[in-house]
């Protein structure tokens, strides 16, 4: 089930910007209240599933499914938020390029985007080269990707993080009491596993982690060039070109990846794309 909703979850944001269309180089941009504005609106929509006792199915298939189901609707949910985004971030380079006024509401809206992808807008203002490195981070990733990890990470929904903390990523947090702390924390260690209030929160973090860690440029390299080869990034082939930039997402390197892949592999039927 799903919500629309007003903010809930400490990983989303609700924007809304007013951009203006297409103008012809000559026309006087500073008469605002003459431009028709084209609305873009972000809306923060609130995934209400029951999360199934995985431990209790035995038979493989069911539960593969029963996994994959649960966690599809938030991924889904998560991915269209990206692609509204990538929709706000184009419209604005479009409007910059044409000379069209951005009002201090828009700016506004555009700086706590950027903030949240940890690329603050520059003391000099928007400009096309902040834009062209949002959109790079800006971007959605393959549910193929995203549900192989989680089964990965999560031991299919059965692992105390999953079943606790809603943790299906292998997140760590460092701040006392935010999470559960690992039975096998090695002495002086002070890492937790973020504990979430949902499943699609959890999705939201690693989506973020994905899109604006410094660990996974070469994920986000990839997937550039995908676009400009106009690639299907839904796809299931995506999924495993993109999974060749998770070498940091494990200290298993590439025996990571290997196995990641054999898995998307394997559960191909399960894929809607």
Known sequence: MIKNALPIAVFSSVLAM????????DTA????????????EIETVTVDNDKPNFAAISEVTEKKQAFFDYLRVSVDVENKRIVAERE?????????????VITKEQQANLARLGNSYNWPIPASGIDNAWLEEMLHRVNVIPEALILTQAANESAWGTSRFAVQANNYFGQWCF???????PEQRPEGATHEV??????QQSVNAYL????????????????????LN???????DAALALSQGLQRYSERGQAYIDELQTMIRFNHKFWLT
């Not at 941009?29 to 873009?40: D, G, K, N």
């Not at 410094?214 to 390299?221: K, Q």
């Not at 106009?230 to 299931?236: N, V």
Request: glycine share 2%; net charge positive; charged share 20%.
């Open 230 to 236: 106009q690639s299907d990034l839904t796809s299931p």
């Open 175 to 181: 701040s006392k009491g935010c999470g559960l702390v």
């Open 194 to 199: 973020a504990k979430f209030d949902s499943a």
């Open 29 to 40: 941009v500073a008469i605002s209240h003459e431009l028709t504005p084209v609305e873009i």
């Open 18 to 25: 007013m951009v203006y269309p297409f103008l012809s180089s």
């Open 88 to 100: 706000l971030l184009t419209a604005t380079k479009i409007a910059i390029k044409n000379n069209a």
């Open 208 to 227: 973020m982690n994905i899109n604006r860690n410094a660990a996974y440029s070469e994920l986000r390299d990839i997937r550039a060039q995908m676009m």
